[in-house]
């Protein structure tokens, strides 16, 4: 049997710089992506629900591209700094300053989602359809008009359908609201990154340091 030839791949005609820039592109880009998929809700990991999994499918899918890549830029920038010496007291401060900010957009976050998200339950409550809502309810509002409440109107009236429950709000206010929700998202995760980022320095410059003391001598 002839010996086939092997396949080469394109990048070996690059030279060692783009090679290592497209090796980075792909971890960064993809790999990376790919690992955080638990995490944003596109793969399921047995016992643990996404926070992500908790918005409307509609809004997380759009949502779940943005986030993995903006998720990537902590993990670029300790890349970047993991080779650097970094003063203790800084990262102690930044670390702090991350934890704190991590708080207070767990708290934002979770006002929005309570504002603007609604969750209507079906089949006797086996589960559930979420919607992102706006304002103030539209003047010729079929909810407004049977005097139903939002969860009763959607089940009733507008057959859980995303499009018509959106209809009930201005087109501006959904879009403001969508915005809303996506960006404090990406916000918090984004922080989260960070704070596991400055971790990973942390740790880092830990093992620089003991690397570099000297060995007793017998």
């Known amino acids: 049997m002839a010996n086939e030839t092997p396949v080469k791949s394109p990048a070996a005609d690059l030279p060692p ?20 998929a638990p995490l944003l809700g596109k793969l399921n990991a047995p016992g643990f ?18 986030a993995a890549l903006f998720m990537a830029l902590p993990a670029i920038a300790v890349q970047f700094y993991a080779g650097d010496r970094i003063n203790r007291n800084k990262l102690q401060r930044w670390f702090a300053l991350t934890l704190g900010l991590v708080g ?9 989602y ?19 809502i706006g304002f103030n309810q539209s003047a010729d509002s079929i909810c407004l008009e049977r005097k139903k409440s939002l969860p009763t109107c959607i089940a009733e009236e507008l057959t859980f359908n995303p499009a018509r429950v959106e209809a009930v709000y201005p ?29 990973v320095l942390r740790e880092t410059g830990r093992r620089k340091a003991g690397a570099q003391k000297p060995q007793p001598t017998e």
């Open 17 to 36: 710089a783009a090679q290592q820039y497209l090796r980075y592109m792909l971890a960064f880009g993809v790999s990376l992506a790919v690992g955080l």
């Open 49 to 66: 629900s996404a926070l992500l999994s908790l918005y409307p499918v509609n809004l997380a899918d759009t949502i779940i591209p943005f």
């Open 104 to 112: 207070v957009l767990l708290f934002v976050v979770l006002a929005l």
């Open 114 to 132: 309570l504002f603007f998200v609604v969750q209507v339950p079906f089949e006797g409550g086996k589960g559930r359809a979420t919607y992102a």
């Open 171 to 199: 087109e501006n206010e959904i879009r403001l609201v969508k915005l809303l929700l996506s960006s404090g998202y990406l916000a918090l995760m984004g922080s989260f990154g960070l704070l596991i980022g400055l971790l």
